[in-house]
């Protein structure tokens, strides 16, 4: 009980350096939450958007020798002789497997679009289900008119594709692609809506009733791809098994079945280099944190020798003087690093309420978000708490060996 008593007066004794330390400590604690809140809210954003909108949670296709799926933002090609008959049957069988939220076929290509006299723009089509994608309503909420409807010859478009051919919803525009016998075809579709898109590489997409698309390009009922949803997108491991048994059983041979975390690969290779920037942030805080501790403690070692060589004579042992140390430290860095916790939780809900919008673009291609946001989640808050105080015990092991180790009387002839 002493030495407890004895320690917080010594914390109080060294105002100075005790602030020092524990500013430093509260600084690392609180930078370490916000940029774990930051990395990852990017890691939600980013696959929630790439998963609902490109890749599904687990995407079915004819096996494509050659081609590497998830290299980069754009919708993969997949050559006519791979695209197979869309089969309802089989989506609807996906769809009652358990875990499994909705089954959808698509196609993607590329195409044009022309209005009102200006240039074509280049697009990347993607022709769909709208009743069982409904989810991209969502996520590309329209600022005008409506999502797309089945059988409807109308096409869905960005804000930004609007804002360049001058187009309102329930305009005309004319729609340039290829055939599948790789003929140029144009057809006037209406616009049924325009989508405020999150992200640059969003701007350019297009999307087209799967069957009015099917009949434009003369695909009859071929589809390039099958994208299933999932309840729960992490436990995919757990039913991709039963959607290649179902597959098989029904067709009575295999496809190639992948997860998002394959065919989102371009992503999750962001998402990589965004946990290493973290990893090196911990190393580099903790660093500064415990040479920071150390060099404090180090200090304080010489300076209180008078201190100590008083305790030494009155019967302290060494471990005693040892423990001090220890505990000073520690109790000054359970502190810190527990406002530094409040600090950083504050900070997070600060940037979330004020929603600034991010200098950079490669932030909103990253999460599909237009403003900054920050979701430390429990272990972004209690890994840089843990931490801390794991680097100030650490820190206080070598001055506190140094301190016991003085020699009572070399002390005493010194003072």
Not at 98 to 119: C, F, H, P
Not at 197 to 224: C, H, K, M, R
Not at 316 to 342: M, R
Request: proline share 4%; with cysteine.
């Amino acid at each position: 009980m002493f030495l407890i008593k004895l320690g917080f007066r010594n914390l109080g004794r060294h105002l100075r350096r005790s602030v020092i330390t524990g500013i430093t400590v509260l600084s690392c604690t609180c930078i370490l939450i916000i940029a774990s809140g930051l990395v990852r809210a990017l890691s939600v954003s980013l696959m929630e958007n790439v998963r609902l909108i490109q890749t599904g949670d687990l995407q079915i296709r004819e096996p494509v020798p050659g081609v590497l799926y998830g290299q980069g933002p754009e919708p993969v090609i997949v050559p006519l002789e791979y695209w197979f008959s869309n089969n309802e049957n089989l989506l609807d069988k996906f769809t009652n497997l358990k875990g499994v939220k909705a089954a959808a076929s698509r196609i993607n290509m590329t195409g044009s679009l022309m209005a009102n006299g200006k240039s074509a723009l280049r697009t990347a089509l993607f022709g769909l289900y709208p009743e069982r994608e409904k989810e991209i309503s969502r996520l590309l909420p329209a600022v005008e008119g409506r999502f797309l409807k089945s059988g409807m010859e109308e096409v869905y478009i960005s804000s930004q594709m609007a804002t360049e051919l001058n187009l309102h919803a329930d305009d005309t525009l004319t729609l340039m692609c290829r055939s599948i016998a790789g003929e140029d075809v144009a057809k006037e579709f209406t616009v049924s809506g325009i989508f405020s898109f999150t992200s640059p590489w969003q701007s350019f997409f297009v999307f087209i009733p799967l069957n009015v698309l099917q009949e434009l390009i003369n695909a009859g009922d071929l589809v390039q791809e099958i994208k299933i949803f999932l309840k729960y997108p992490e436990k995919w491991p757990e039913i991709i098994k039963n959607v290649q048994e179902t597959i098989f059983v029904d067709t009575g041979h295999q496809m190639d079945v992948r997860p998002y975390t394959e065919v989102g690969g371009f992503y999750l290779g962001m998402l990589k280099g965004s946990r290493a920037v973290l990893f090196i942030m911990y190393a580099f805080l903790g660093i500064i944190t415990g040479v920071g501790s150390m060099s404090m403690l180090i200090t304080s070692t010489y300076e209180r020798k008078r201190e100590i060589g008083i305790i030494r004579s009155m019967g302290g042992s060494s471990g005693y003087i040892a423990a001090l140390f220890i505990l000073e430290n520690s109790f000054l860095t359970f502190v810190s690093s527990s406002l530094g916790i409040v600090a950083g939780v504050f900070a997070c809900i600060m940037i979330n309420a004020i929603q600034f919008e991010p200098s950079s673009a490669a932030y909103a291609l990253m999460t599909g978000n237009k403003s900054v946001l920050a979701f430390p989640g429990f272990w972004g808050i209690i890994l840089p708490y843990f931490v801390m105080n794991i680097i100030g015990l650490i820190s206080s092991l070598y001055p506190a060996r140094l301190a016991a180790k003085l020699d009572i009387v070399d002390i005493l002839r010194d003072t």
